[in-house]
């Protein structure tokens, strides 16, 4: 970022800000001082307390903006949402993901649509929507990856097809962008476990190929993509695994 960037409030958007890792990030880039915009597909209730208890440290510095990232249009009007809010975007972040399992021979088109598009599809149109506020901006993109875009996990054969799209996705634009817009990608290993229930003896298994030895927190995801979109000025087209090396021995 510019010297004439820090001198100035970056805003940032996060896409799947309302719980989890999204607002996790939310949370940390606002206490690095930028102004947040908080995307949601439907869940309301949580974007709305976020943004207000973001508002409370500081005010006027959160925002929320809905959007199916599965609709052009509906990507097209955030666009224009978030131009109408600021005319530069810093960073943008596309956490928003689908995560389920797939079996080989009996997966629906109604499946594969939702995986490549939240995964996928929806970043890359997303991004495209906003390129002349980031260009604007000399700003920065973040693409929220997984270890499993290069190392297949069993029954999940097109979240892992999708995530390694959004992998090229992030090489590909580092190179078409540059130098004016740096893109980067976090890869997160065991951080949250998923949200359909995961035995206990599935975790275990998980944990037992970490060379750490235990889950990460959202936290640590949090501050891969503060250095990356923020602090690493230098760097674009690079993937930051951040797994407690599990991706060592998987």
């Known amino acids: 970022m510019s010297e004439t960037a820090k001198s100035r409030v970056s805003t940032a958007l996060i896409t799947g800000a309302a719980r989890r890792i999204g607002a996790c990030i939310a949370q940390t880039l606002h206490a690095r001082g930028c102004n947040v915009i908080l995307h949601y597909r439907s869940s309301s209730d949580d974007v709305e307390r976020l943004a207000a208890e973001l508002n409370?440290?500081?005010?006027?510095s959160a925002s929320t903006v809905q959007a199916d990232l599965?609709?052009?249009?509906?990507?097209?009007?955030?666009?224009?949402?978030?131009?109408?809010?600021?005319?530069?975007?810093?960073?943008?972040?596309?956490?928003?993901?689908?995560?389920?399992?797939?079996?080989?021979?009996?997966?629906?088109?109604?499946?594969?649509?939702?995986?490549?598009?939240?995964?996928?599809?929806?970043?890359?149109?997303?991004?495209?929507?906003?390129?002349?506020?980031?260009t604007a901006a000399n700003g920065s993109i973040v693409n929220i990856l997984d270890v499993h875009a290069t190392r297949p996990m069993r029954g999940h054969a097109v979240y892992g097809m999708a995530k390694a799209g959004l992998q090229m996705m992030t090489l590909a634009l580092a190179k078409d962008l540059g130098p004016g817009v740096r893109v980067n990608g976090v890869a997160p290993g065991a951080i949250l476990w998923p949200e359909n229930d995961m035995s206990t003896a599935d975790q275990e298994k998980i944990l037992a190929k970490t060379v750490m030895g235990k889950a990460g927190r959202p936290e640590d995801i949090a501050s891969a993509v503060?250095?990356?979109?923020?602090?690493?000025?230098?760097?674009?087209?690079?993937?930051l695994a951040v797994d407690g090396g599990r991706s060592l021995n998987i």
């Open 56 to 60: 409370a440290r500081r005010a006027d």
């Open 70 to 134: 599965a609709d052009d249009a509906s990507i097209g009007a955030m666009a224009a949402e978030v131009g109408s809010r600021t005319q530069r975007l810093d960073l943008l972040v596309n956490n928003a993901s689908r995560f389920f399992p797939t079996t080989v021979g009996a997966t629906t088109r109604k499946q594969w649509d939702d995986l490549i598009t939240s995964n996928l599809s929806g970043p890359y149109f997303l991004t495209q929507a906003l390129l002349p506020l980031l």
């Open 226 to 239: 503060t250095y990356l979109g923020l602090d690493a000025s230098y760097v674009t087209g690079q993937v």
